[in-house]
């Protein structure tokens, strides 16, 4: 946690967080470096290598070829004041269900937001808060979602990306209620916090609109892809990399001309899913490293034996990896690994232990030291003291409310 917070390269971070967890229970740091940190580590990077280097293609070709642009900007233009914040956030959700990184949407809706917060005179330090709404559902919550959090249960409980839909649904309503409730309390004091300088703190380039208006693909054009990848996978129930690579040509061939170099494309958005792997592998290897110490043991009893509801159990052990680690794909697939036989012992079925472990990975996970935290706040250029108390709300709180739906609801759906 101090090594992510300090933005050390994770995989010291990981090897050094080893190497205590060795020492102080008699193991050889060597040997778990080489065993149990390794085993876990090319574990998972074998499994999900080419779902990670497909989708990230999928995004790339999305995102040279102007498509993701184009979506963003038609949605964000049709939509008029009254309707333009949902809209924007409508956006996020939109490219994000489709499996578009969150890494690449940010700079489509930096400069959306940018025009849109300083026509609305909505102060720039609520830009990540209202910004993370839209990374919410379709990350954890919404079933059907190509994100890897949503792919990561489907190899340990058997289900697939559909599982959970009546409670991931309910969840998503609840979040997005409190959100659209929130979003209306604060801009209560848009008048009194709005400071046009705070818009040129903005870190990232802007996107050269008229080139891109020239080469992108029409919107009905943009969105095929997408749909594809969803029909696929979600319908046709095909494989989920053989599903995103489909989707992957499908967007060669309608986005031809927009590509200026598809070679260069393919290769860059493939290595753009590389390092995202890397990082949660080693991750996993801490999870092996954990599993073979004596302490996990205690560790386990301690967190089973919590005198609550065994669904609050699993938002409890959720939660407090999610926090450690500052990422919820690797906190769930570090928990999946080792806890998931003894969640499915309690009986709860497969399709709501997916849900609720995948809703529940998005809310502590973005604390101050989480990777996407850390994109948004850098390159909208907003301080962590003046915006990050109302990304805790849209980011933390309000998905453990949603959780906490899920557990609520389960009844009606098991």
């Not at 009893?301 to 794909?329: P, Q």
């Given at each position: 946690?101090?090594?992510?917070w300090?933005?050390?390269?994770?995989?010291?971070?990981?090897?050094?967080?080893s190497?205590?967890i060795?020492?102080?229970?008699?193991?050889?740091?060597?040997?778990?470096w080489?065993?149990?940190?390794?085993?876990?580590f090319?574990s998972?990077?074998?499994?999900?290598?080419?779902?990670?280097?497909?989708?990230?293609?999928?995004?790339?070709i999305?995102?040279?070829?102007?498509a993701?642009?184009?979506?963003?900007?038609?949605?964000?233009?049709?939509?008029?004041?009254?309707?333009?914040?949902?809209?924007?956030?409508?956006?996020?959700?939109?490219?994000?269900?489709?499996?578009?990184?969150?890494?690449?949407?940010?700079?489509?809706?930096?400069?959306?937001?940018?025009?849109?917060?300083?026509?609305?005179?909505?102060p720039?330090?609520?830009?990540?808060?209202?910004?993370?709404?839209?990374?919410?559902p379709?990350v954890?919550?919404?079933?059907?979602?190509?994100?890897?959090?949503?792919?990561?249960?489907?190899?340990?409980?058997g289900?697939?990306?559909m599982?959970?839909?009546?409670?991931g649904?309910?969840?998503?309503?609840?979040?997005?209620?409190?959100?659209?409730?929130?979003?209306?309390?604060?801009l209560?004091?848009?008048?009194?916090?709005?400071?046009?300088?705070e818009?040129?703190?903005?870190?990232?380039?802007?996107?050269?609109e008229?080139?891109?208006?020239?080469?992108?693909?029409?919107?009905l054009?943009?969105?095929?892809?997408?749909?594809?990848?969803?029909?696929?996978?979600?319908?046709?129930?095909?494989?989920?990399?053989?599903?995103?690579?489909?989707?992957s040509?499908?967007?060669?061939?309608?986005?031809?001309?927009?590509?200026?170099?598809?070679?260069?494309?393919?290769?860059?958005?493939?290595?753009?899913g590389?390092?995202?792997?890397?990082?949660?592998?080693?991750?996993?290897?801490?999870?092996?490293?954990?599993?073979?110490?004596?302490f996990?043991?205690?560790?386990k009893?301690?967190?089973?034996?919590?005198?609550?509801?065994?669904?609050?159990?699993?938002?409890?052990?959720?939660?407090?990896?999610?926090?450690?680690?500052?990422?919820?794909?690797?906190?769930l697939?570090?928990?999946?690994?080792?806890?998931?036989?003894?969640?499915?012992?309690?009986?709860?079925?497969?399709?709501?232990?997916?849900?609720?472990?995948?809703?529940?990975?998005?809310?502590?996970?973005?604390?101050?030291?989480?990777?996407?935290?850390?994109?948004?706040?850098?390159?909208?250029?907003?301080?962590?003291?003046?915006?990050?108390?109302?990304?805790?709300?849209t980011?933390?709180?309000?998905?453990i409310?949603?959780?906490?739906?899920?557990?609520?609801?389960?009844?009606?759906?098991?």
């Open positions: 946690m101090i090594g992510s300090k933005k050390i390269n994770l995989l010291l971070v990981t090897l050094g967080t190497a205590i060795a020492l102080f229970s008699g193991i050889g740091i060597a040997e778990t080489t065993g149990p940190y390794m085993s876990g090319t998972f990077a074998s499994q999900y290598l080419l779902l990670f280097c497909i989708g990230a293609m999928f995004g790339k999305m995102e040279d070829s102007g993701g642009w184009r979506l963003a900007n038609t949605i964000a233009s049709k939509a008029g004041d009254k309707w333009s914040l949902p809209a924007f956030v409508g956006i996020t959700i939109i490219l994000l269900y489709g499996g578009v990184s969150i890494f690449v949407i940010v700079f489509f809706i930096l400069p959306i937001g940018k025009s849109l917060f300083q026509r609305l005179r909505i720039w330090s609520y830009f990540p808060a209202i910004a993370l709404i839209g990374t919410i379709p954890g919550m919404l079933p059907g979602s190509l994100q890897v959090l949503n792919i990561i249960p489907t190899n340990y409980f289900t697939d990306l599982a959970g839909a009546g409670v649904l309910v969840a998503t309503v609840v979040y997005l209620i409190g959100a659209a409730i929130f979003v209306k309390l604060i209560k004091n848009s008048e009194r916090d709005f400071d046009i300088t818009f040129q703190s903005i870190n990232a380039a802007d996107i050269d008229k080139e891109l208006d020239k080469k992108a693909p029409n919107a054009l943009s969105l095929i892809p997408i749909l594809m990848a969803l029909l696929l996978i979600n319908v046709l129930k095909m494989d989920i990399v053989i599903g995103l690579l489909i989707a040509i499908i967007g060669v061939v309608l986005f031809w001309k927009s590509l200026d170099d598809i070679g260069n494309t393919a290769s860059k958005g493939v290595e753009n590389i390092l995202p792997l890397i990082y949660v592998s080693v991750v996993v290897g801490v999870a092996r490293v954990v599993e073979v110490v004596p996990f043991d205690v560790m009893t301690a967190l089973m034996d919590l005198s609550i509801n065994g669904m609050l159990k699993i938002m409890a052990t959720v939660s407090v990896v999610s926090a450690m680690t500052g990422s919820s794909s690797g906190s697939t570090m928990i999946t690994d080792l806890f998931g036989a003894e969640f499915l012992s309690w009986g709860y079925h497969p399709d709501l232990i997916h849900r609720l472990m995948a809703t529940t990975a998005i809310g502590f996970d973005a604390l101050p030291w989480n990777s996407v935290i850390v994109v948004m706040f850098t390159l909208s250029g907003v301080a962590y003291a003046k915006g990050y108390k109302y990304a805790f709300v980011s933390v709180i309000l998905p409310i949603g959780a906490l739906a899920i557990v609520l609801a389960s009844p009606l759906f098991y």
